[in-house]
C-alpha cells in the first residue's frame, strides 16, 4: 500500500515514516498543502494522511480540492484539534476519518486498514487466493497449514498481488503500490522480491500461485491461463 503522508512537522512526519514503514507501507511525505495535487497525479496512492494546520493550503481546502479533482482514495486527516466543529468540518470537506494526536501508530494502521477495507468491495480481514491467506494486521501469511513470515517488502508485494487476484499487474503497476518516490526505475527489485516470494509460498506445492505473464508483468491466481 503506497500512502502520502502531509504533515509539515519534520519530527512529527519522521515518526509517521518510520512507523509506517515498519507496517510495510510505502510513503511519500509532503510538507506542505499546496503541493498535494501534483503528488497525487504523479502516483497511485493507495490513502493519504492529511494534517489540517500546514503551510501553503490547509487540509480542509486541500481535501475539497482532491474531491473537486475526483480523486476518490481514503483521506485519513490527523490534527491535534479535537472539537466538535472541527471534526465535523474535516469529515464535510471529503475526509473519511479523523484522527486526533497525539495517536498511537497502532491506531493510525488499524484505522488504516479499516478505511482500505471501506474503499474496497471485499470486506474480509484476511486476503485469500486458493490455500493461500494473508492477514494484514499480522503481516502473516499462510499456505496450507504452514505458516510463512514475510519481510516488509515481501509482504507489501504479496498484498498488491493478492488485492487484484487472477490479474496480470505490469512492473509499473506493481511499483506503484509498493515502492516510495526514491525507487530507481530500471531497477531488478522486483525480479529479486518475486524471486523471494515464490521459494516462500510455491516451493514444493504443485500448484504454483506466482505466475509470470511474459512481458506484461505478474499475477497471482490458481488457474494457469497461458
Ligand atoms: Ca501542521
Given at each position: 500500500m503506497r500512502v502520502l503522508v502531509v504533515e509539515d512537522e519534520p519530527r512529527m512526519a519522521a515518526l509517521i515514516r518510520q512507523g509506517l514503514e515498519e507496517e510495510a507501507y510505502a510513503v511519500d511525505v509532503v510538507?506542505?498543502?499546496?503541493?498535494v495535487l501534483l503528488w497525487v497525479q504523479s502516483a497511485e496512492y493507495d490513502i493519504v494522511l492529511l494534517?489540517?494546520?500546514?503551510?501553503?493550503?490547509n487540509g480542509l481546502d486541500v481535501c475539497r480540492q482532491l474531491r473537486a479533482e475526483g480523486f476518490n482514495m481514503p483521506v485519513l486527516m490527523l490534527t491535534a484539534r479535537d472539537t466538535l466543529p472541527d471534526k465535523v468540518k474535516g469529515l464535510d470537506s471529503g475526509a473519511d476519518d479523523y484522527l486526533v494526536k497525539p495517536f498511537a501508530i497502532e491506531e493510525l494502521t488499524a484505522r488504516m486498514r479499516a478505511l482500505a477495507r471501506r474503499d474496497s468491495s471485499d470486506k474480509r480481514t484476511v486476503l485469500s487466493v486458493a490455500d493461500l491467506t494473508l492477514d494484514p494486521a499480522t503481516k502473516l501469511a499462510q499456505r496450507g497449514d504452514q505458516i510463512i513470515e514475510l519481510t516488509a517488502k515481501e509482504y507489501a508485494l504479496l498484498e498488491t498481488l493478492m488485492r487484484h487476484p487472477n490479474q496480470v499487474l505490469s512492473r509499473d503497476q506493481i511499483i506503484e503500490h509498493?515502492?516510495?518516490?526514491?525507487?530507481?526505475?530500471?531497477?531488478k527489485l522486483i525480479e529479486v522480491y518475486i524471486y523471494a516470494l515464490r521459494k516462500k509460498?510455491?516451493?514444493?506445492?504443485?500448484?504454483?500461485?506466482i505466475q509470470t505473464a511474459r512481458g506484461l508483468g505478474y499475477r497471482i491466481g490458481d488457474y494457469e491461463t497461458d
Open positions: 510538507d506542505n498543502g499546496r503541493d494534517d489540517i494546520m500546514l503551510p501553503g493550503m509498493v515502492w516510495d518516490m526514491a525507487f530507481e526505475s530500471g531497477s509460498i510455491d516451493a514444493g506445492h504443485d500448484v504454483k500461485l
